[in-house]
Structure formats: structure tokens, C-alpha cells
């Protein structure tokens, strides 16, 4: 079984500042993870995921991610954030292998990300 | 672009009632997800189908079941709701295989049960 700790249920930014959403994961086995987002009033879209290869993962609107396998952990980091990054981010792990389990994505509980004007 | 489409943005039930929350998708995606969105909670994976007729219980089946007779629609059904199944539910597609295919989410429908 996988479960995921997203460490912040909270982060106030200013606007321009630099953000970063710590996801830490457990799992026996290796995973896919990914990131979404989740706009007022809308239903959730991939920012990122990493299946395999580069560490680093780039995604839609300068958000980027890096796999760190001896931490277990996918922080979600952007240089610097805009009023419309102001939503909710869920990290997600699935297991690599191809069991039943695998149809299944595990979610973290969100954190809500505000930028302040 | 990805459609996923839910019948209600919101919903008012009384506790008991019979309740139809559905799903349709337009890029003849395989699988299909139903989930839970509760506040400190996350999402939460209710029922998910591989396949028209084929379903598997997630993590949280009880009180609910489904229905897919068809490829582009994906039913939820409360037999009998109860207060605390008052909560937003998230519908999801995604192209066959692993969960490793993205998954495109409905705006979702608010549900309140009195």
C-alpha cells in the first residue's frame, strides 16, 4: 500500500515570490508520482508527473517538480507565483508494477496554496 | 480536448432518497473514476471501470455503487443517502492501462444530503 503526506495544508505567498509544496510518499514498491491542481470551482488537472528518467520534472505554467528517491519525496517548487496560481495541490503516487493496484491513484490531502497580492 | 462532464453542479437530497450522480466523457477513454473530495481529507477513490460492465471497488465502496453500461457514461448511486455522505464527488477518465495515464477530472457535483 502507498499513502502520501503533504506537509503543508496551508502556504500564504506574496505574489513574485518563490513557492515550494513538500509531498513526501511511502511505498514497498516503486511509483509513478504526479502533481494537480485544483482552481475555485473547477475539477483537477496534471500539472506534472514523473514516470521515469530526468529527476527533474518541468510542468504547464513554470511549475516544476524533482523526484528524490532516498527522501521519498516530490516537492512541487515555481520561482515565482502569480494571483492565479492561488488553488489547491494534490500530490499522487501509483504503483509501478502492474497488479490490480495500479489502476489506483493514491492522493495526499491537498494543500492550498494563496498568493497575496 | 479532454470532456468530462457530471449531470449537477450542485444537489439537495433528503436522507434516504435514491440519489444518480452521472459522468460522461467524450474521448472514448477506457477507464473511469469516481471520487470522494472532503476538506483535510484529499481525494479519496470511491469505485473505478476498466471497461463497460466491469468495475472494482476503491477505497471507500460502501453505501455506494455504480454503473457503466455504457463506454462514455459512469453512474454513482446512493441507494439510501445518508448526512454523511454530504461531500463533493470528483468523476475522472483516463486512457486504458495503468494509473500511470493522466486522468482528466469533472468540475464535480456538490452534494448535500438533509
Known amino acids: 500500500a502507498q499513502s502520501v503526506t503533504q506537509l503543508d495544508s496551508q502556504v500564504p505567498v506574496f505574489e513574485e515570490a518563490p513557492v515550494e509544496l513538500r509531498c513526501n510518499y511511502s511505498?514497498?514498491?516503486?511509483?509513478?508520482l504526479f502533481w494537480y491542481v485544483q482552481y475555485p470551482n473547477q475539477g483537477l488537472q496534471l500539472l506534472l508527473k514523473?514516470?521515469?528518467?530526468?529527476?527533474l520534472v518541468k510542468g504547464i505554467n513554470g511549475f516544476e517538480a524533482e523526484f528524490n528517491k532516498s527522501q521519498t519525496s516530490f516537492h512541487l517548487r515555481k520561482p515565482s507565483v502569480h494571483i492565479s496560481d492561488t488553488a489547491e495541490y494534490f500530490c499522487?503516487?501509483?504503483?509501478?508494477?502492474?497488479?490490480?493496484?495500479?489502476?489506483?491513484?493514491?492522493f495526499g490531502k491537498g494543500t492550498k496554496l494563496s498568493v497575496i497580492p | 480536448d479532454v470532456k468530462v462532464t457530471q449531470s449537477s453542479r450542485y444537489l439537495v437530497k433528503r436522507t434516504g432518497e435514491k440519489v444518480f450522480l452521472e459522468c460522461v466523457q467524450d474521448?472514448?477513454?477506457?477507464?473511469m473514476f469516481w471520487y470522494r473530495q472532503d476538506p483535510g481529507l484529499g481525494l479519496r477513490l470511491i469505485y473505478f471501470s476498466y471497461d463497460v460492465k466491469m468495475k472494482e471497488k476503491g477505497d471507500i465502496p460502501e453505501g455506494y455503487s455504480v454503473s457503466r453500461e455504457k463506454k462514455e457514461r459512469f453512474s454513482l448511486i446512493l441507494e439510501s443517502a445518508s448526512t454523511n455522505q454530504t461531500s463533493m464527488y470528483l468523476c475522472a477518465s483516463s486512457l486504458p492501462g495503468r494509473a500511470l495515464e493522466t486522468q482528466y477530472f469533472g468540475p464535480g457535483t456538490r452534494l448535500l444530503v438533509l
Open positions: 511505498s514497498s514498491v516503486s511509483v509513478y
Open positions: 514523473y514516470l521515469s528518467g530526468s529527476t
Open positions: 474521448m472514448d477513454h477506457e477507464n
Open positions: 499522487a503516487v501509483t504503483p509501478r508494477d502492474s497488479g490490480a493496484g495500479s489502476y489506483q491513484l493514491t
